[in-house]
């Protein structure tokens, strides 16, 4: 049996739907059963547990194989992701699939603490003796979400990226097709990393797949990484929060998001990754 750990979330979501379309009735680990039945639908299989409580998550994971997990990221994110290791571990589960941050991104002095936390989880995972599988997918193509009032009111994006700095972006959607099939036979990856995105394109011409599809213009504005860490306080959000985005901005800005890999979507999932057009056409009305 399969199990996926934060199931309402982006990811978590797209790989049980994509599991389901596979034939599986995999058991969603959520925190929220209303959230739960309205983006998952009535009949999946959730069961609640709350990430700090090692216990709920025992019982959550009682007679499943394999797990997968991608529960966000906050300062807690080690001490929670590994609750559900050691849950896994007692459950006598066998595998585990995990969605982390890119290459760019993790390490034991990484810049942010969402990247030091995901080294953390990492150095634990590998010597749990599980057989682990890390997924390393690029900068979500969903994160538009969060521009989606400036799209829809005022015909813009604004974000700190050069319009022209060439960007990998990956569908969320094509990070549930992958994490399904390596759910479905897990043996053949079991120790490997697999980072992979979709096709190399820009802000300026998302900018502009945007104002095709929408059939209005809309223009991309670069704003400074300071104007960006204010608008990002007056949200009202966390500090660590800020100080993340403000992180990635900058190593998107070196080029860390800049590197092409497409081949995992096309030799596991057996087809091309989804497109910017796609992800536009398919979430128009978010943005219109
Ligand atoms: N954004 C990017 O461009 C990018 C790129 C590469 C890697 N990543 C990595 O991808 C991950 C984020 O993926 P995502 O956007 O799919 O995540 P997400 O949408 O934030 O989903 C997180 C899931 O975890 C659940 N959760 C959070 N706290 C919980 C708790 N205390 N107890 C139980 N469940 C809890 C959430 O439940 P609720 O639905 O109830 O909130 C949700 O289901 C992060 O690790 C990030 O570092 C992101």
Known sequence: MIAVVGATGNTGRA????LRRLGQNPVCVVRNVEKAREVLGADAKAVVAELADRTSLEKALQGVTSVFVVTGHNPQMAEQQNNVLEAALKAGAKYLVRVSGGRAVVGPNAESVVGRGHH????????SGIGWVILRPG????????QAALIKNDGKMVLPTPKDLPIAFIDVRDTGALG????MDPAPHVGKTYEFTGKTTNYGEFAGVFSEVLGKKINYV?????????????????DWLVAHLVTIGRITERGGFSTENTEPIRTIVKRE???????????RSVFS
Not at 15 to 18: G, L, P, Q
Not at 139 to 146: E, P
Not at 273 to 283: A, G, H, L
């Open 120 to 127: 953390a989880i990492e150095e634990r995972l590998r010597e």
């Open 180 to 183: 399904a099939r390596i759910l």
């Open 273 to 283: 990754p989804i497109t910017t057009r796609q992800f536009v056409e398919d979430f």
């Open 139 to 146: 900068l979500f193509m969903q994160n538009t979400f969060a």
């Open 222 to 238: 670069q704003a400074t990484l300071e104007q960006t860490e204010q608008a990002l306080k007056g949200r009202g959000m966390p």
């Open 15 to 18: 790989v049980v739907k994509e």
